[in-house]
């Protein structure tokens, strides 16, 4: 059973740093891990999905990494901003993704500090 | 577009009590889900539909049951509400599988006392 694990639960930063949030999947065959952000009170709004067949995406100042082999994937974020404070998830398809049912991890709570 | 769309915002009930949460999409979308978030445990998944009158069950599916009469609409059902069913929902729905995101709702928060 596809298993998602996300460290640290939280992290706290001051303004300007970059930071990296890690999440690791048990069964390498996905098609594609996606990563969300959530803020308080609302729901997820999808920031990357990278494709097994990618070993990264980027979309402004976050890139996503994604190794299959060892069941890793990386959110680095660059030059943080309060506005980056939330909740960020990763998620896998289960069984191979024919229904696209997802598979969190419990996500990481990242707070910076101006 | 709205995107995903979710009533109520806010529930209490009692126990015992029963309750429909809605969901609508104006996307088109053929996939539609519904997931619970309870503290510190990640989004479980509860039920999901491939299609106008297909639904399938997720990880988490007893005390609830569903209905997709249409492409925009998939309700939740709670028959018989219990103090473990407190949680937020979301309801998320995606154009196909394997490659597309999906596109979550704002979230219902229900307590059962």
């Known amino acids: 059973k596809q298993e998602v694990t996300q460290i640290p639960a939280a992290l706290s930063v001051p303004e300007g740093e970059n930071l990296v949030l890690n999440c690791s999947f048990t069964?390498?065959?996905?098609?594609?891990l996606q990563w969300f952000r959530q803020d308080p009170g609302k729901g997820l709004t999808s920031l990357l999905l990278?494709?097994?067949?990618?070993r990264e995406q980027t979309s402004g100042r976050l890139n996503a990494s994604l190794d299959k082999s060892s069941g890793r994937s990386t959110l680095y974020i660059a030059a943080s901003q309060p506005g980056d404070s939330a909740t960020y998830l990763c998620?896998?398809?289960?069984?191979?993704?024919?229904?696209?049912?997802?598979?969190f991890g419990t996500g990481t709570l990242l707070a910076v500090q101006p | 577009n709205a995107g995903v769309t979710q009533t109520p915002k806010f529930r209490i009930l009692k126990i015992g009590q029963s309750m429909t949460l809605q969901c609508t999409q104006d996307?088109?979308?053929?996939?539609m889900y519904w997931y619970r978030q309870d503290p510190g445990m990640g989004l479980k998944l509860i039920y999901y539909?491939?299609?106008?009158?297909?639904?399938d069950k997720g990880e988490v599916p007893n005390g609830y049951n569903v209905s997709r009469s249409t492409t925009e609409d998939f309700p939740l059902r709670l028959e018989l509400a219990a103090p473990s069913q407190t949680s937020v929902y979301f309801c998320?729905?995606?154009?196909?599988?394997?490659?597309?995101?999906?596109?979550f709702g704002p979230g219902t928060r229900l307590t059962v006392l």
């Open positions: 998320a729905s995606s154009y196909s599988a394997g490659i597309d995101t999906q596109y």
């Open positions: 069964d390498s065959a996905i098609y594609n």
């Open positions: 990278i494709q097994s067949s990618q």
């Open positions: 998620a896998v398809p289960d069984y191979g993704g024919a229904t696209n049912k997802l598979i």
């Open positions: 996307m088109n979308h053929n996939y």
């Open positions: 539909s491939v299609g106008a009158g297909i639904t």
